[in-house]
């Protein structure tokens, strides 16, 4: 966070912006902005030199972005996301796999926090796969979604069919955002 901002700084310091000397600010967006504010409370509104104005502007992004990107998705509140990968073992049939899909298939209409499902098998030309085929997208409306979904007897069933074919699972849960 501060690196950013002291990049910023180093950068107005050390290059004049042409044509530009300076700004003029209302002072409501200089008060959210600084907290030295009050020494030009006199002025409305207020001129203030444009280096310090982005100056301004960048510590407050700065300073935004530190504290949203250290927050953890169990901190967050929105649609919950839960992306599941499979790489089933080579000895697994095709029957079995076939199982595996019908049985992810009938979560969403027996555990009812599931508010969306999709599921497909890697088509990328990439290559990058690492193994996995199999890729399932649940989605619940929060978190608190998912942590019904998890100790449900019915993802327990599901976990005891796959188990005997799975060779590795990949999963990442995140918090959507727009």
Known sequence: MYQAMNSAVAALQHKRLPGIDS???PRTIVAALT????QHTTHHPITMSFRSFILCITAALAI???MSSSATAADQTGVYR???LFKFKDSATPDQVKGVEDAFRALPSKIDTITGYEW???VSPEGKNDGYTHCFFVTFKDKAGLDVYLPHPA???FGT?????LDKV???DYVAAK
């Open 23 to 25: 700004i003029t600010v």
């Open 35 to 38: 907290s030295h504010h009050s």
């Open 170 to 172: 990949c999963v990442v």
């Open 155 to 157: 993802h327990k069933e």
């Open 161 to 165: 069919l796959l188990r005997p074919i």
């Open 82 to 84: 839960h992306v599941v």
């Open 64 to 66: 935004t972005a530190g």
């Open 120 to 122: 497909g098998t890697n």
